[in-house]
């Protein structure tokens, strides 16, 4: 397996940098190619990801990750948190772009891996928030073959009360406290507006009851974050979409950063399997 870090991608919309690592086993095949999204206050390299990347690198896939231009983190430290400006300006139709963006540079022939990848055989996934936008890319880019959602946001809109917007709107800024790294992480009120404004494009709901390519939800029964209920809900919008439920499992389904093990959690290798069996029988066929 060979393993290809902080791949540099220019963006033609602003004015940072999208780093990315790439999980292939070297081989005269061309390979699926799965590009993955990570979530709020999350990164790349954060937790079990590089056990995610290798895991499905030796079934078989090229897997690809990537930061967000403005989750925070820089070229020079990707898996910290130094550009609290950025992240504070981070919003929902910049990470589609983003991942647009991603997309654009992986299947360009010019792409210097480009001889390992099957421009037939696409998928996203995405954790979280990282779902959402791959939910919403996955639906209207017709180089994505399927999509995979993680414990994703459901409806984004919902995320926040009208009294929180109220009184954001007043201060403008709102923080998140990130427990572990003991930041309070600014969030400017123009991710509220941004989504007031595009609501059409960031219609989660609407994405997957019009997804006419293959749909796989996972999401665990004891998640903190996105409550089980909600994926449930989701599930009956669209009757051709797959949905699993992992019992036990928390919203990273069983996560954490650092991992100080070099093993998969049960729940993860659970979330794994599922979905190397959904893609392998769909790019099978």
């Known amino acids: 397996m060979k393993m290809i870090r902080n791949i540099e991608i220019n963006s033609k919309v602003h004015d940072k940098q999208i780093l990315a690592d790439l999980f292939f086993t070297e081989n005269d095949e061309v390979q699926p190619l799965i590009i993955f999204s990570h979530g709020f206050k999350g990164f790349k390299d954060w937790g079990h990801w590089d056990m995610i990347a290798a895991y499905f690198a030796e079934a078989g896939f ?6 967000f231009s403005h989750n925070g983190t820089t070229v020079n430290a990707p898996d910290s948190f130094g550009d609290l400006e950025a992240f504070s300006q ?5 990470e589609i772009s983003d991942l647009g ?12 891996h480009a001889d390992h990848i099957d421009l037939t055989r696409v998928a996203l996934i995405g954790h979280s928030r990282g779902g959402a936008v791959s939910l919403l890319k996955g639906n209207q880019d017709d180089r994505v073959s399927a999509v995979i959602g993680w414990a994703p946001i459901y409806d984004i809109g919902s995320r926040w009360s009208a009294e929180m917007r ?9 923080y998140i406290s ?6 309070q992480m600014p969030m400017d009120y123009q991710i509220v507006q941004n989504y ?3 609501q059409d494009i960031l219609d989660v709901p609407r994405a997957i009851r019009t997804m006419k390519k293959p749909l796989l939800i996972i999401h665990g029964d004891q998640d903190e974050a996105i409550d089980h209920e909600e994926g449930m809900k989701a599930s009956l919008w669209n009757r051709s979409m797959s949905f699993e439920t992992i019992k036990g499992a ?5 996560g954490t950063h650092p991992m100080n093990t070099s093993v998969l959690p049960v729940h993860s290798q659970i979330l794994v399997n599922k979905t190397r069996v959904f893609l392998a029988d ?4």
């Open 196 to 198: 007031v404004d595009n």
């Open 250 to 254: 928390g919203h990273t389904f069983g």
């Open 166 to 174: 109220n009184k954001w709107k007043a201060d403008d800024i709102h």
């Open 178 to 183: 990130n427990r572990r790294t003991r930041q």
């Open 62 to 67: 090229c897997f690809l990750k990537f930061n």
């Open 101 to 112: 963006e991603v997309l654009d540079t992986v299947l360009a022939d010019s792409f210097e």
């Open 282 to 285: 769909l790019f099978a066929k």
């Open 90 to 94: 981070n919003n929902y139709t910049l």
